[in-house]
């Protein structure tokens, strides 16, 4: 059981490049999530999906889009990518939003120079 | 301010000792608290899940306290092992959805030989 797959784990990218983080999950996982990650700080939510077709804004959005075609996957957008967003990025999923614990996976340690 | 306070921010114990790790947050309406593991390069994986009506949960030689009326909680792991090195993530969620989780910044726990 592959739980919630990340790629690519790392990433360079020049200023004002565009890229998509891949995320799938294999347990049918109507929630899944978009974190951050930057050095002593929690993370921070950039988009949720409570399921296929239906995504929203979490609480750092802007630079980033989502899309949730199908249950499986939630693919993270970066257009004109800035120094600002150099961070480590979490993807997570679960099965109910408040009374079980989310699964991530491993991250993509995104840098933009 | 952060919502959610964790102490201390970094831990240095001996293999076999004990330790405690806190958390005090200020958000409601409470739903659950989590604590999760998180190892360097990886994702954090859940170890405990509290809701309001739950003082105290164990997983192994971990123990998560919660006291919901002064918003504070704990984990403690008993028998330290190497292994036990790790970042610890105390989480707070809301009952108002899956947008409403809340991380602490974390404690950096160092287990040495």
Same mark, same amino acid.
């Given at each position: 059981?592959?739980?919630?797959?990340?790629?690519?784990?790392?990433?360079?990218?020049?200023?004002?490049?565009?890229?998509?983080?891949?995320?799938?999950?294999?347990?049918?996982? $109507?929630?899944?999530?978009?974190?951050?990650? *930057?050095?002593?700080?929690? %993370?921070? #939510?950039?988009?949720? @999906?409570?399921?296929?077709?239906?995504?929203?804004?979490?609480?750092?959005?802007?630079?980033? $889009?989502?899309?949730?075609?199908?249950?499986? *996957?939630?693919?993270?957008? %970066?257009? #004109?990518?800035?120094? @600002?967003?150099?961070?480590?990025?979490?993807?997570?999923?679960?099965?109910?939003?408040?009374?079980?614990?989310?699964?991530?996976?491993?991250?993509?340690?995104?840098?933009? %120079? | 301010?952060?919502?959610?306070?964790?102490?201390?921010?970094?831990?240095?114990?001996?293999?076999?000792?004990?330790?405690?790790?806190?958390?005090?947050?200020?958000?409601?309406?409470?739903?659950?608290?989590?604590?999760?593991?998180?190892?360097?390069?990886?994702?954090?994986?859940?170890?405990?899940?509290?809701?309001?009506?739950?003082?105290?949960?164990?997983?192994?030689?971990?123990?998560?306290?919660?006291?919901?009326?002064?918003?504070?909680?704990?984990?403690?792991?008993?028998?330290?092992?190497?292994?036990?090195?790790?970042?610890?993530?105390?989480?707070?969620?809301?009952?108002?959805?899956?947008?409403?989780?809340?991380?602490?910044?974390?404690?950096?726990?160092?287990?040495?030989?």
């Amino acid at each position: 059981n592959a739980g919630v797959t990340q790629t690519p784990k790392f990433r360079i990218l020049k200023i004002g490049q565009s890229m998509t983080l891949q995320c799938a999950q294999d347990m049918n996982h $109507n929630y899944m999530y978009w974190y951050r990650q *930057d050095p002593g700080m929690g %993370l921070k #939510l950039i988009y949720y @999906s409570v399921g296929a077709g239906i995504t929203d804004k979490g609480e750092v959005p802007n630079g980033y $889009n989502v899309s949730r075609s199908t249950t499986e *996957d939630f693919p993270l957008r %970066l257009e #004109l990518a800035a120094p @600002s967003q150099t961070s480590v990025y979490f993807c997570a999923s679960s099965r109910r939003a408040v009374d079980e614990p989310q699964h991530f996976g491993d991250g993509t340690r995104l840098s933009i %120079l | 301010k952060n919502q959610v306070e964790q102490s201390p921010q970094s831990l240095i114990i001996l293999e076999g000792k004990n330790c405690t790790l806190q958390c005090n947050y200020t958000v409601s309406p409470f739903s659950n608290l989590r604590w999760y593991k998180q190892d360097t390069g990886r994702g954090p994986v859940s170890l405990t899940i509290m809701t309001f009506s739950e003082n105290t949960k164990s997983n192994g030689r971990y123990t998560a306290t919660l006291d919901a009326d002064t918003k504070q909680s704990s984990l403690h792991i008993t028998a330290s092992q190497l292994s036990d090195s790790a970042s610890y993530i105390c989480v707070v969620i809301l009952q108002t959805g899956a947008n409403n989780l809340f991380f602490g910044t974390g404690t950096r726990l160092t287990v040495i030989p």
